[in-house]
């Protein structure tokens, strides 16, 4: 049987004088040892009294040690898990019966292990693990993918009086209040994405017990998992164990199955991919194959790019956005390209008339709560322009995430339009071509790099030469603003009331915005 360190932790918690466990392990044996050893194994918990610990250890990757006693000053220990347990609080012999005891072989998880590898040898189904599977948990199981459908069941003669399940099992898909919550739950979808953690789920009021699921996941996504429901009796360590090797058993299986790996797409989702993939596509097949789908070739449209800030690479919350975000944007086209939701959003009516529209809100609400980024293309027209504006929406989401604006909150929604110059400077920046955009006396001010100054033009910018609100942000007296504006004049020769020093000014604070937000240097020296 397999225990954590954690595990191993608890059990000896009140003996324990201090402890650094930096990667939960997986302990299959253990050793007790008197003697330098050559060769140590990440999955072995190593027991040494300090005296007796080696000087140094070459392959000190993933060791796990359990020391009785306070050691001396040992460098590697430091990349290392130990436990360290208080001299004289507990004798050898009962360290080694409890950490015997923890690892007894548990004999139904060993004949599972064995039928399961025969049902691999005969070529048996996901369908017959999954039966083996229920033979020892005794609950309820079901494999869903990635978009929540069931794909494969076995409940045996069990009355589940679990609405969540029941709901499942008959519409194959999840029940609306289970999926809210499951979906809201930040915490929930970091570890559902993790290979082989266990999920404990129960919603109060929602579900009458607790689901324990394993998710299983294929390169950078989740394609599915296994859920199991604690119905008839209590779900144990070694049940958890088992469902860990039912997945690592089932996944091969899984990767060849359509039920798991397909996101749910059509052929108009193929022709828009191919737009944007494609930096010359052939625009008559192309607007033959749209004319097929009476897709309006020509009209004006913006280009919206959901990204997901938490960087999950869930195929399940990948759908669960989308069949969200078609519920908004009904009237609209929304498809997937590369972990990313698109809405190709029809300009008939304005996008500014969709910020005043009641589904706004909604939009906002549900982008905050699904950590999402949003950027939105220029307004173009014609589908010949789709990659461009792809590429547009990602740059505004890019520069959001990276730049601070002073006195701005946090944009959920980012309009590739306010961020023209950035994109313009960014160039100039990196090619350090200053020189060539801005004149001698911005360069001075900015090699000075005279904070005050800079973060005065930077309000003043922002809030519309407004002396008075300047002054009260600035959190400053408005003479000692007027000082400033008055320094700019005579020592930089900065008239901020000379529209043409504004827009060399803008283009300065843009580019130095960008080289703090990408640590870049601006080539001022």
């Not at 003479?479 to 020592?491: A, D, P």
Request: glycine residues 2%; positive net charge; charged residues 25%.
């Amino acid at each position: 049987m397999y225990i954590s360190m954690n595990e191993i932790l608890d059990k000896f918690s009140k003996f324990t004088l201090s402890y650094k466990i930096s990667f939960d392990t997986e302990i299959v044996n253990f050793k007790f040892s008197t003697k330098n050893l050559q060769n140590y194994s990440p999955y072995c918990l190593y027991i040494f009294r300090a005296n007796k610990l080696p000087k140094e250890i070459f392959n000190y990757d993933k060791v796990n040690f359990l020391i009785i006693g306070e050691p001396q000053n040992l460098p590697y220990l430091n990349k290392c898990n130990y436990i360290i347990l208080k001299e004289n609080s507990i004798s050898i012999f009962d360290i080694i019966k409890i950490i015997q005891n923890l690892l007894d072989f548990d004999d139904a998880l060993s004949s599972f292990k064995e039928k399961l590898f025969l049902s691999v040898k005969d070529d048996l189904s996901i369908s017959n693990m999954i039966s083996i599977a229920f033979e020892y948990l005794n609950n309820p199981i079901m494999v869903l993918n990635s978009k929540y459908e069931t794909c494969y069941f076995e409940i045996g003669k069990t009355v589940l009086n679990e609405p969540v399940w029941e709901f499942q099992l008959k519409n194959n898909r999840p029940h609306p209040e289970y999926s809210l919550l499951y979906n809201k739950s930040r915490e929930n979808r970091l570890i559902a994405e993790s290979s082989y953690n266990h999920i404990v789920t129960f919603f109060d009021g929602v579900m009458n017990h607790r689901e324990i699921s394993i998710p299983i996941k294929h390169i950078d996504f989740s394609i599915g998992r296994i859920s199991v429901l604690e119905v008839n009796r209590q779900i144990t360590q070694s049940d958890i164990h088992i469902l860990k090797t039912l997945a690592k058993m089932m996944y091969p299986l899984m990767v060849c199955d359509k039920k798991f790996l397909n996101l749910e797409t059509s052929k108009l989702d193929s022709v828009f991919r191919d737009l944007i993939n494609n930096p010359k596509p052939n625009m008559l097949l192309i607007r033959k194959k749209l004319s097929n789908f009476k897709f309006n070739l020509d009209s004006n449209m913006y280009l919206l790019c959901l990204c997901d800030l938490d960087n999950i690479n869930s195929k399940s919350k990948i759908n669960y956005v989308k069949q969200m975000v078609q519920d908004i944007f009904e009237r609209h086209y929304v498809f997937i390209f590369e972990k990313n939701i698109i809405v190709l959003y029809n300009n008939k009516n304005s996008f500014d008339y969709f910020n005043k529209c009641k589904e706004y809100k909604k939009f906002i609400e549900f982008i905050q709560d699904y950590t999402l980024s949003v950027g939105v293309s220029k307004l173009f027209g014609g589908v010949s322009g789709i990659r461009n504006a792809y590429f547009e929406s990602l740059s505004a989401i890019n520069f959001a995430n990276r730049l601070n604006f002073i006195g701005m909150k946090k944009s959920f929604i980012n309009f590739y339009d306010d961020y023209v110059l950035h994109d313009l400077m960014y160039d100039f920046v990196v090619k350090k071509k200053l020189n060539y955009i801005l004149d001698s006396t911005i360069l001075k001010l900015l090699t000075d790099n005279n904070t005050n100054l800079i973060t005065t033009i930077k309000y003043y910018l922002y809030y519309n030469e407004n002396l008075n609100l300047i002054a009260d942000k600035l959190g400053i007296h408005y003479n000692t603003l007027k000082y400033r504006i008055e320094k700019l004049k005579t020592k930089y020769f900065i008239d901020l009331k000379d529209s043409d020093s504004l827009i060399k000014l803008r283009l300065a604070i843009v580019a130095l915005e960008i080289s703090e937000g990408y640590k870049l240097d601006l080539g001022l020296n």
